[in-house]
């Protein structure tokens, strides 16, 4: 059983496949489906700096960028089927409200937030209700993204560097 497991668990976080894994872990993570992508992010980002010593090393730039941009096509996602479903004449939920509220408040700007947890989705839903422009909501979910992975790679760096 233990053989079988490692063997599939091998699958995920062998060398070849952790990009793979990582884009698709992104994705999912960032859309309405369940993920955790600062897990495998920070899992595989650990084996990178402790092998390559390293935080600038070309590995770890390619899995930074991998994530960026999985995360992102899946708040695109997100993005897209707000523009399917019509604008709600009244949000139940109160998260859905509160973050309803803020966008239509401070507009496409509340994008650079869409990788906070349970609003960040939201906030890429309503920016499809709301037909903010295509453009700066890639730009700026791509930035909000991009910044969020680069702060668990710097703690990352920081809290291991102590530690070995």
């Known amino acids: 059983m233990t053989e079988q497991l490692t063997s599939f668990f091998s699958l995920f976080f062998s060398a070849e496949n952790q990009l793979i ?3 698709f872990s992104g994705l ?3 859309t309405i489906l369940p993920g ?3 897990v495998i992010f920070t899992t595989i980002a650990s084996q990178h700096i402790i092998a390559d010593s390293s935080f600038y090393s070309s590995s770890l730039m390619a ?3 991998i994530a ?3 995360n992102s096509l899946g708040s695109l996602i997100t993005y897209a089927m707000g523009l399917l479903v019509p604008k709600p004449t009244q949000a139940k939920n109160r998260y859905t ?3 309803l509220a803020k966008s239509e408040k401070y507009g496409v700007i509340v ?3 869409s990788w906070l947890p349970i609003v960040g989705d939201i906030f890429c839903g309503i920016a499809g209700w709301l037909r903010f422009s295509l ?3 890639v730009i700026l979910i791509v930035i909000g993204k991009l910044l969020r992975y680069l702060f668990l790679l710097a703690t990352l760096y920081s809290v291991l560097k102590y530690v070995l």
């Open 28 to 30: 999912l993570s960032s």
């Open 63 to 65: 899995l930074l960028l």
């Open 36 to 38: 955790n992508s600062e």
């Open 21 to 23: 894994t990582m884009f």
């Open 111 to 113: 994008l650079l937030f």
């Open 135 to 137: 453009w700066q909501s």
């Open 97 to 99: 409200r509160w973050a």
């Open 68 to 70: 960026t941009v999985g």
